[in-house]
Each structure stands twice: as C-alpha cells, then as structure tokens.
C-alpha cells in the first residue's frame, strides 16, 4: 500500500489519468443514450424546460451523443495528445452551454434547482484540467529533477 504522507508523484497522476480518460465519453455518452432513448416523462423538470425550450431534449440528446463519439474515436484512433485535447475542448464548452442552460433556468424558473449547474460545471472544469495536464511534458520534467 502506498504512502499517502508522499507527495502526489506525476507517476500517480498517470495512473489516476488513465483509470479516469475513458470516462469522459462515457459520460457523454450515457446522458446521450438517456436524452435520446429516455421516456419524455423523465424529463419534465423546471430546469429542463428551459433546455427544452431550446432545442428538443432528444437534439441535447444527439448532442452529447456526438460529443461522447468524438471524445471516444479521440481516446481510441487519435493516437496522441493533440487529438484527445480537442476532444476534451468539444466535451469541456457542450457542458459549459449546459452549465449556461442549467443557470439561466435558476433566474427565470422558480422551480429550477438550485443546484443543477454544479454538476455540468464541474465536468466541464475536469475536462479543461485534462487539458492541461496533457499539455505537460512529464517525462522531460521528471528528468529534470
């Protein structure tokens, strides 16, 4: 078992990355599925009816369909970290805008939770950290050491 007084080591933050990447499509992918498949009935929320007014719940459907798809074919083809960092900007602004849509619907719905936008907001900050951690070159700073 590891020490866990040590300081976070970049060797366990590859390990974390790699047990969270495939993660980020699916994710997208379930809330896809459920918005495209899921009973309408599900789907009658105050903050939702904002979305709805929007788009249709089954097109935010399509949507993160769409983006689980790119962020996936990213993960498996891409082949390196350009590729998935693109990925992870389509999957960090679709959560934004729904962070937005979630948000909007607190001032103008007095129903909407609270609480609806932390969520999408905390999903689209994890895809922009990934972004950057991906962006280090960490074999040439564990070299430097």
Do not use: C
């Not at 962020?71 to 934004?96: D, K, Q, V």
């Not at 909407?112 to 990934?130: E, K, M, Q, R």
């Amino acid at each position: 078992m590891a020490d866990l007084g040590q300081p976070i080591s970049n060797q366990s933050l590859l390990v974390a990355a790699k047990i969270v990447l495939p993660g980020f499509p699916a994710v997208s992918i379930w809330i896809g599925l459920a918005f495209l498949f899921g009973d309408p009935s599900r789907y009658t929320s105050p903050s939702l009816d904002v979305a709805k007014d929007i788009m249709p719940i089954r097109t935010w459907g399509v949507l993160f369909l769409l983006v689980g798809a790119i962020e996936l074919s990213a993960l498996i083809f891409g082949g390196n970290r350009f590729w998935f960092s693109a990925a992870l900007a389509i999957g960090a602004a679709m959560f934004a805008v729904w962070t937005v849509v979630l948000t909007v619907a607190i001032f103008t719905v007095p129903d909407a939770s609270l609480t609806g936008p932390v969520y999408p907001a905390f999903i689209a900050l994890v895809h922009l950290s990934f972004i950057r951690y991906l962006s280090y070159d960490w074999y040439q700073i564990e070299r430097s050491r």
